[in-house]
Antibody, heavy 129, light 107 residues
Framework: QVQLQESGPGLVKPSETLSLTCTVS??????????WSWIRQPPGKGLEWIGY???????NYNPSLKSRVTISVDTSKNQFSLKLSSVTAADTAVYYC?????????????????????WGKGTTVTVSS | AIWMTQSPSLLSASTGDRVTISCRMS??????LAWYQQKPGKAPELLIY???TLQSGVPSRFSGSGSGTDFTLTISCLQSEDFATYYC?????????FGQGTKVEIK
């Protein structure tokens, strides 16, 4: 059974770069059946999708964060990572990684749709000097 | 981006009640909608995908319906462990977006 675990610094200074890693166990990031997402949740607020990556390195980012976000994958370590640059207090949140699985019958032509089925427990990142 | 209006934002109910949560899209998304449950301090957990398909292991008292722009999550007989916050999420287009959440609290 696949498990995801986020890791990284819990405190980041304003204007610096937030870096997090998600380690996948019980499954492989190299599987062509999945995408791998990052999502965040500010304290007391709702969920915001940050972006996702395929094992090949193909990515899709939320336009609201695109200029500051980089998601990468390391198949040798079975991990994928998030970098968010020029952080401010507004980036303080719990950050989650998740697996995106193909919906078998959610298809239009040759395009399949994916939904997030397994999430990590989340890691809290505070932006403060 | 597709905007999602989830209602109500707060729902007070008692154990055994039937509760319904609504999620309305700013444009049609076919059936590409998921529902998640989140308890305090925990990660969201998938309940339903493709608008009405129950995720493996999820109790059958949860059900989902709808297509296009209007969707509903129903809990047929509320149990104590169901008091939580529920989110809808569309995966029809990018960026993926979530509803604002519905907190189900004990009346």
């Amino acid at each position: 059974q696949v498990q995801l675990q986020e890791s990284g610094p819990g405190l980041v200074k304003p204007s610096e770069t937030l870096s997090l890693t998600c380690t996948v166990s019980g499954g492989s990031v190299s599987s062509g059946s999945y995408y791998w997402s990052w999502i965040r949740q500010p304290p007391g607020k709702g969920l915001e999708w940050i972006g996702y990556i395929y094992y090949s390195g193909s990515t899709n980012y939320n336009p609201s964060l695109k200029s500051r976000v980089t998601i990468s994958v390391d198949t040798s370590k079975n991990q994928f990572s998030l970098k968010l640059s020029s952080v401010t207090a507004a980036d303080t949140a719990v950050y989650y990684c998740a697996r995106d699985v193909r919906c078998p019958w959610c298809v239009q032509g040759t395009y399949y749709y994916y939904y997030m089925d397994v999430w990590g427990k989340g890691t809290t990142v505070t932006v403060s000097s | 981006a597709i905007w999602m209006t989830q209602s109500p934002s707060l729902l007070s109910a008692s154990t055994g009640d039937r509760v319904t949560i609504s999620c309305r899209m700013s444009q049609g998304i076919s059936s590409y909608l998921a529902w998640y449950q989140q308890k305090p301090g925990k990660a969201p957990e998938l309940l339903i995908y493709a608008a009405s398909t129950l995720q493996s292991g999820v109790p059958s008292r949860f059900s989902g319906s709808g297509s296009g722009t209007d969707f509903t999550l129903t809990i047929s007989c509320l149990q104590s462990e169901d008091f939580a916050t529920y989110y809808c999420q569309q995966y029809y287009s990018f960026p993926r977006t979530f509803g604002q959440g519905t907190k189900v609290e004990i009346k």
